[in-house]
């Protein structure tokens, strides 16, 4: 086995993903509704983010390019990572440096961790709600009110008072209409490539790595080997048994912190598939339409399919038809990941 795919089902419940026009989606053409969803990307920052937490360590560095021109103006520049695989967040997350004017080598490492945007289980099953908010300030006498005219001019209380004759207005409460609101059942799927896990090539035609890293990685243990995509250097045991605990929990356990404190939702965890064949994973976290009523979907966990180890938790039973939920279902499938990543023959891949 060298490839192995999670499936993660999640509920959220009147929550922002990720803020778009109100809440991030896209229109499904078959069920003619708009699906919310959470990008990869985020689902990404949201893994690293636990990930460096639990092994307490700060991300590699970002360096930010901008340039002043002949105007005095900043202009934009190139963005790139430390491109250094000691970094636990650049080896799992990947990198690329593509220096302004070509005249520097490109060096770029894709992720090992191949990461689905999170969407919903079925357009039946998710959907986006509205509503309309307000920021009202209106029981405080402390208030202070700005009002400024077509030039930009503050009027005084007095003129402010003049423009309020005849309107029915509130200056200490503002209207925030249409705001759109996640809640359903979401499916999210992650495949790791153990072959390229803890390996960085050599290849120079397409190099991963500069010299002075590499070097650098051979001072702290990496050692040369080969695998299908030919010389590498891979990360010394010591290293990986202490990332591999890391990552189950970051797979397992991650949550979007990103989205709005007014309106937090847990996001837990439903329940969670591991296997090495993708089709069969597709199939043990499902939605099936109903044959009795129009326009309704039934969401499936399949506990005891073949090829495929599923862990249940006990909210699911709330969402799902369920029959071996436990209280430690998360626990047990983030020891069997570590389980699988550390019976992997790092050195020995051909």
Same mark, same amino acid.
């Given at each position: 086995m060298s490839t192995i795919y999670i499936r993660t089902l999640k509920r959220a419940e009147h929550t922002v993903f990720a803020v778009e026009d109100g809440q991030k989606r896209?229109?499904?053409p078959q069920f003619g509704r708009y699906i919310p969803y959470s990008s990869g990307q985020q689902i990404k920052r949201s893994l690293i983010d636990r990930l460096t937490s639990v092994i307490n360590e700060v991300p590699a560095p970002t360096t930010f390019v901008f340039g002043v021109n002949s105007k005095g103006e900043l202009g934009e520049g190139e963005v790139y990572a430390n491109c250094n695989p000691s970094y636990a967040d650049q080896l799992f997350g990947g990198w690329m440096?593509?220096?302004?004017g070509g005249k520097e080598r490109t060096i770029k490492r894709r992720s090992p961790l191949s990461i689905s945007a999170m969407r919903g289980l079925h357009?039946?099953?998710s959907g986006i709600n509205r509503e309309n908010a307000s920021f009202d300030r209106s029981d405080r006498p402390n208030n202070l009110v700005i009002v400024r005219d077509a030039n930009g001019n503050e009027l005084s209380k007095e003129q402010i008072a003049e423009f309020l004759e005849g309107k029915d207005r509130s200056l200490s409460r503002k209207w925030i209409p249409d705001q759109r609101r996640a809640t359903g059942l979401f499916v999210q799927d992650i495949a790791?490539?153990?072959?390229?896990?803890?390996?960085?090539?050599?290849? /120079?035609f397409e190099p991963e790595i500069t010299q002075e890293t590499e070097d650098s990685l051979r001072e702290n243990g990496w050692e040369e080997i080969e695998n299908v995509f030919g010389k590498c250097l891979v990360a010394p045991k010591d290293a990986r048994d202490k990332l591999i605990p890391a990552l189950a929990n970051a797979i397992i356990n991650w949550s979007i912190t990103s989205n709005q404190s007014r309106t937090f939702s847990l996001m837990e965890t439903l329940a969670v598939s591991i296997s090495d064949n993708a089709n069969r994973i597709a199939g /043990?976290?499902?939605? &099936?339409l109903s044959h009795e009523e129009e326009d &309704? *979907?039934?969401?499936?966990?399949? %506990?005891d399919l073949s090829g495929v180890e599923t862990f249940?938790?006990?909210?699911?039973s709330g969402y799902v038809l369920t029959k071996k939920e /436990? *209280?430690? *279902?998360? %626990? &047990? *499938? %983030?020891?069997r990941l570590v389980e699988l990543m550390m019976t992997f023959d790092y050195e020995n891949q051909l």
């Open positions: 896209y229109y499904d440096k593509a220096a302004k357009p039946l099953l790791i490539d153990l072959r390229r896990l803890f390996c960085v090539t050599l290849n /120079s /043990s976290i499902r939605a &099936k &309704k *979907a039934i969401p499936i966990i399949e %506990e249940v938790t006990l909210p699911a /436990s *209280a430690d *279902a998360l %626990e &047990k *499938a %983030e020891n």
